[in-house]
Nanobody, 125 residues
């Protein structure tokens, strides 16, 4: 069992920056893919980014490529999402999640085994 807790959400102005963190407990996450998803009101959960167990491979959605980056620290059992130049369209609840295996299908929410409770990010124009 893996317990995930996101933090760092809040209100940010468009063009600013915000860093989300996700802390894992219950089991080491060093062997898992870590992903970030988001869900806006009335929309389906959307893939944002994922990172493999070593941090050497990253998969980022086209909608945030060049603006958001993902990183992990296996010694601290954490994964982060650095949000640069966010836009109002990035407003959503952001979730971190864990899946076994590699980055194949890492953009599919169904492939993930554990989820955090989410943290709200609101981008003002």
């Amino acid at each position: 069992q893996v317990h995930l807790v996101e933090s760092g959400g809040g209100l940010v102005q468009a063009g600013g920056s915000l860093k989300l963190s996700c802390a894992a407990s219950g089991r080491t996450i060093s062997n898992y893919v870590m992903g970030w998803f988001r869900q806006a009101p009335g929309k389906e959960r959307e893939f944002v980014a994922a990172i493999n167990w070593s941090g050497g491979s990253i998969y980022v959605s086209d909608s945030v490529k060049g603006r958001f980056s993902i990183s992990r620290d296996n010694t601290e059992n954490t994964v982060s999402l650095q949000m640069n130049s966010p836009e109002p369209e990035d407003t959503a609840v952001y979730y971190c999640a864990v899946k076994s295996g590699g980055l194949l299908f890492a953009n599919s929410a169904r492939r993930y085994d554990y989820w955090g409770q989410g943290t709200q990010v609101t981008v003002s124009s």
